[in-house]
């Protein structure tokens, strides 16, 4: 019995993670040299809304430093509702921080705002109409950016 439980849970953990897909490269960031991680989201947010926003879905990426230097890789599962993270797909010369980025539509069903999944992640940024917010967990959540 556990083993057919087993099987089923693992088909159906398969089964979802192939239907969300992998994220799509859309296109790469890079920070000027000695910009802040903060200053860099903040700059690059307005872009990865507009493209959202655009072609209603969501986008995200791992922000990759090298010395001074920040850098991500914008990509996309095709949806609005999430998007897959590999926190190892950097820029090339990049090594991953660690720190997430994600945006979120402006559909009426669109979670804007941090989610479980994200608070799974030890730190991330999250972008939306002219918002950039940052959180380190459920209680340190601050806002970078309102415009």
């Known amino acids: 019995m556990r083993a057919v439980l087993f099987t089923t849970l693992l088909t159906l953990a398969t089964v979802g993670a192939a239907a969300a897909g992998p994220a799509a490269v859309v296109y790469e960031e ?4 000695g910009e802040a991680m903060d200053q860099f989201v903040a700059r690059i947010s307005p872009r990865a809304v507009a493209t959202t926003e655009q072609n209603r879905v969501m986008h995200c990426g791992v922000i990759g430093q090298a010395g001074d230097r920040y850098s ?6 095709g949806t609005w509702q999430s998007c ?3 926190l190892t ?11 997430t980025f994600r ?3 402006s559909d009426p069903d669109s979670k804007r705002g941090f989610t479980d999944t994200d608070f799974k992640r030890p730190r991330g940024y999250i972008a939306y109409s002219g918002v950039v917010r940052y959180q ?5 959540d601050k806002p970078v950016s309102t415009r």
């Not at 991500?72 to 599962?77: E, K, M, Y």
């Not at 797909?89 to 720190?99: K, Q």
């Open 30 to 33: 890079t920070s000027s040299p």
């Open 72 to 77: 991500i890789r914008i990509g996309t599962s």
């Open 84 to 86: 897959r993270i590999d």
């Open 89 to 99: 797909n950097t820029v090339d010369g990049f090594a991953s921080t660690g720190v």
């Open 103 to 105: 945006t979120a539509t």
């Open 136 to 140: 380190e967990g459920r209680t340190k």
